[in-house]
T-cell receptor, first 114, second 112 residues
Framework: DGGITQSPKYLFRKEGQNVTLSCEQN?????MYWYRQDPGQGLRLIYY???????QKGDIAEGYSVSREKKESFPLTVTSAQKNPTAFYLC?????????????FGEGSWLTVV | QKEVEQNSGPLSVPEGAIASLNCTYS??????FFWYRQYSGKSPELIMS????GDKEDGRFTAQLNKASQYVSLLIRDSQPSDSATYLC????????????FGAGTRLAVHP
């Protein structure tokens, strides 16, 4: 089945450690996105990418990094520079068609600092 | 001004009533708009997309878009307790990079 797969679903990070969240899609979508959601809050854009080997900073990019070496993959690294990384992270992809746009979400990854 | 603004709520309506959710956006060039529903701890689920001015209906849901006023709304008719969730407005911004911005969401509570 086509869709977006995020892994791991739950992740614990120690202070000073970098961690990477995986996002893979088999929908052949060009655009991919990473969002962060804190309890009771909306989705805030971290990074997004329209094509392979190109990506743009979102509103809260500090302390995060991404790569887009393949169309189907858009991993997010939470670096030690991100001082408050505990949150729910969502990956999304988007198909742009003449008749409109369709956005798909992964099931999310919960990151907790221990 | 925030890029996409929504009232945080909670919006409380009785079962069977019409719930009205509103969203404004800052980019006059935006062309694509979406409403999502999100239950706590889950991924957002698409309710509707709208691209042209006017109304778009799908079952109990109606999305309304007014690009001149930079305003998009969602009406939920015959509200049910199962509609209780957070509703997110999302806008694709112009500028060539497909920047997709979400509002902070409006929490809806439908009480029996």
């Amino acid at each position: 089945d086509g869709g977006i797969t995020q892994s791991p679903k739950y992740l614990f990070r120690k202070e000073g450690q970098n961690v990477t969240l995986s996002c893979e899609q088999n929908l052949n979508h060009d655009a991919m996105y990473w969002y962060r959601q804190d309890p009771g809050q909306g989705l805030r854009l971290i990074y997004y990418s329209q094509i392979v080997n190109d990506f743009q900073k979102g509103d809260i990019a500090e302390g995060y990094s991404v790569s887009r070496e393949k169309k189907e993959s858009f991993p997010l690294t939470v670096t030690s520079a991100q001082k408050n990384p505990t949150a729910f992270y969502l990956c999304a992809s988007r198909e742009q068609k003449f008749s409109g746009n369709t956005i798909y979400f992964g099931e999310g990854s919960w990151l907790t600092v221990v | 001004q925030k890029e996409v603004e929504q009232n945080s709520g909670p919006l409380s309506v009785p079962e069977g009533a019409i719930a009205s959710l509103n969203c404004t956006y800052s980019d006059r060039g935006s062309q694509s708009f979406f409403w999502y529903r999100q239950y706590s701890g889950k991924s957002p689920e698409l309710i509707m997309s709208i691209y042209s001015n006017g109304d778009k209906e799908d079952g109990r849901f109606t999305a309304q878009l007014n690009k001149a006023s930079q305003y998009v709304s969602l009406l939920i008719r015959d509200s049910q307790p199962s509609d209780s969730a957070t509703y997110l407005c999302a806008v694709v911004f112009s500028g060539g990079y497909n920047k997709l911005i979400f509002g902070a969401g409006t929490r809806l509570a439908v009480h029996p």
